[in-house]
């Protein structure tokens, strides 16, 4: 029935128009003014009561001015931005007659690519569907030619990769194949064919992890030390090591003296460059007046002072 109805009598279109609005439509056109009787009014003229009602007024003057200013984006496809020049032309109340001419120059000026707006330019007695076809045509070209461009980026990285690799000439039917290319090796670090012969590390004996076929500089390989832990301390003058041995697989030797009538414990070549007491051991000491030096110059200590030390007989614990 809905699809014969511009063949109906106006009447009858008013009826079945009306007959399908909802509760809250109906109330909003009771709440119409019409300035035409009701046996006057069209489905149009209804029609664009309700335009009125949703949008509201309309500022012809700012929405020309949006509808003038709206450029393409960078990162926006022509047909989006036509559409959105669609949409706001409607709100522009510009005359039918005008309104192919009117999109068309807003096309040619809103264009993002410039190259596209030249094209543009170029063309005498330009419409709105040639215009339209100019765009879509310098998109779908410009799609293309990055596809190709990465297709050729990715061939010409394959073709390096391919050429990198060593090049192979058969020997005869029988022969194996012989390489004529040169890589850096990976045992002893130079530039020459990929031959054990040509190989200078070949037969030789690492010096860092005592293997062979390869060189120290390419040994792949760290000895573990001995000593697990190692302190420094240093004096202004000259750097004085003071090595603390946290763990030994071997036996340590120790040695019993007598220090002010109290034996403390001493560990026999420590490595260290100088003797050292514990803190707590330092910290009873009687500060005395005397000043150590070490090369002519003065040490940073934590106490000083002098006492006799005695070397009982078999005191050391071997």
């Known amino acids: 029935m809905l699809s014969q109805m511009s063949t109906l009598q106006r009447e009858v279109q008013v009826a079945l128009f009306l007959h399908c609005l909802d509760d809250d439509a109906l109330k909003a056109y009771n709440g119409f003014f019409f300035l035409s009787p009701e046996l006057d009014r ?25 509808f003038n200013n709206h450029a393409q984006k960078d990162t926006e496809t022509f047909e989006g931005f036509y559409s959105d020049l669609r949409r706001l032309v409607k709100t ?31 063309i005498h007695s330009l419409t709105l569907l040639k215009a339209i076809d100019v765009c879509k045509a310098a998109e779908n070209a410009d799609r293309h030619r990055q596809t190709m461009n ?5 061939s010409t990285a394959v073709n390096a990769v391919t050429t990198a690799k ?11 194949p ?3 290319c040169s ?10 064919e990929m031959l054990k012969s040509k190989c200078p590390a070949f037969g030789k004996e690492c ?46 030797v120790w040695c019993k003296m007598i220090v002010n009538q109290t034996p403390v414990a001493f560990l026999i070549d420590s490595g260290a460059s100088v003797n050292v007491l514990p803190k707590r051991h ?3 000491l009687i500060p005395s007046t005397t000043s150590l030096s070490f090369g002519g110059s003065s040490l940073s200590c934590v106490g000083k002072t002098r006492e006799p030390i005695l070397l009982p007989v078999s005191s050391c614990d071997m």
């Not at 890589?183 to 020459?192: I, N």
């Not at 060189?215 to 001995?226: I, L």
Request: net charge positive; with cysteine; glycine share 6%.
């Open 150 to 154: 990465m297709t050729s980026q990715v």
């Open 207 to 252: 010096g860092k992890c005592c293997g062979r076929n390869h060189f120290a500089s390419m040994c792949k390989s760290s000895r573990k030390a001995n000593v697990n832990n190692l302190e420094s301390s240093d004096s202004k003058s000259e750097p004085v090591w003071v090595n603390t041995i946290h763990h030994c697989p071997a036996k340590l």
């Open 183 to 192: 890589a850096r090796c990976k045992y002893c670090g130079r530039q020459h």
């Open 42 to 66: 069209s489905v149009s003229d209804i029609i664009a009561k309700f335009d009125s009602f949703v949008i509201g007024e309309v500022n012809e003057t700012y929405e020309r001015f949006v």
């Open 282 to 284: 330092a910290k009873n």
């Open 92 to 122: 522009c109340n510009y005359c039918d007659k005008c309104l192919d001419s009117i999109l068309r120059d807003r096309i040619v000026q809103g264009v993002w690519h410039k190259d596209i707006q030249g094209d543009l330019l170029k």
């Open 178 to 180: 012989t390489p004529l």
């Open 166 to 176: 060593c090049a192979y000439r058969s020997a005869g039917a029988t022969g194996p």
